[in-house]
Nanobody, 127 residues
Framework: EVQLVESGGDLVQPGESLRLSCVAS????????MGWFRQASDKKREGVAA???????TYADSLKGRFTVSSDNAANAIYLQMDSLKPEDTAVYYC??????????????????????WGQGTQVTVS
């Protein structure tokens, strides 16, 4: 099974940017549908972005235009570029892996139940 490790979370001011990284080991990220989720205090974990093995991307409607998901084959990693950050973006951000057909067949790219491997999360605070 692939193991996932996120990094890049930090305390930033509103309007600033951050790039989160998710490095995969024990497998290749490109064999999976990869997703970014976030969970704010006292709220449910929600889907942020997903990237398929063919590079197709999906974003939560409220985040389109500010967040960008990308991948790097050489680094075996995916990234989440977050721009124009707002206080409401404060959350723990998680990277997760689902079977590749979740993305390819659009079987629920933001359905948590589809994702079998999760990272430990990285804290993003916008204040």
């Amino acid at each position: 099974e692939v193991q996932l490790v996120e990094s890049g979370g930090d305390l930033v001011q509103p309007g600033e940017s951050l790039r989160l990284s998710c490095v995969a080991s024990g497998g290749t990220y490109n064999d999976y549908c990869m997703g970014w989720f976030r969970q704010a205090s006292d709220k449910k974990r929600e889907g942020v972005a997903a990237i398929a093995i063919d590079g197709d991307t999906t974003y939560a409607d409220s985040l389109k235009g500010r967040f960008t998901v990308s991948s790097d084959n050489a680094a075996n990693a995916i990234y989440l570029q977050m721009d124009s950050l707002k206080p409401e973006d404060t959350a723990v951000y998680y990277c997760a892996a689902a079977p590749f057909d979740v993305c390819i067949l659009n079987l629920g790219r933001f359905q948590r139940v589809n994702y079998k491997q999760w990272g430990q999360g990285t804290q993003v605070t916008v204040s």
